[in-house]
């Protein structure tokens, strides 16, 4: 049984300075910032490419079946991610003059931004079970949960709370 090892990839450098980047407060997102973002989470998916496909331990012909499906994931997955920096770009911008009228939107766009991570998985997962087997599903989703959280712990460690 091959152990996945999610210590040592690029990935979780990337993560870590995503989420220092996206978490210092700006109020505006100038061109450079953006282009930055995006490369950022263009590596992030990249070294999360390699690291999944190493995780998932398939052989070539599922590789094969696993790998398009995947990189449509991929692109439904960045939107998110997008939508998550816009998120902490909104945060970070009400922080020190936030309101309870802004504290709700936020609110409202977490828990749609959770509903939807959570709706392209189980999509996803369904994608994935028509070529391959049950368990390298399972596998799946338990490497992106397993990344998800890292990535999420990453930012619970420099995200401030509300004042």
Known sequence: MTKFNHRKPALFAAALTAMVALAAPVASMAQSTYDDTQQLIAQIQTDKRALVLKGMALDDAQVQAFTPIYDEYQVDRKKIMERGVDLLNSYASNYDTMTDDAAKKLLKDWFKLQ?????????????????????????????????NTVVRSLGVRVIPLAQ
């Open 115 to 147: 509903e939807d991570e959570e709706a392209l998985v189980k999509k996803y997962a369904k994608k994935f079970e028509k070529v391959l087997p049950a368990t390298k599903v399972l596998r799946f989703v338990q490497i992106e949960n397993k990344l």
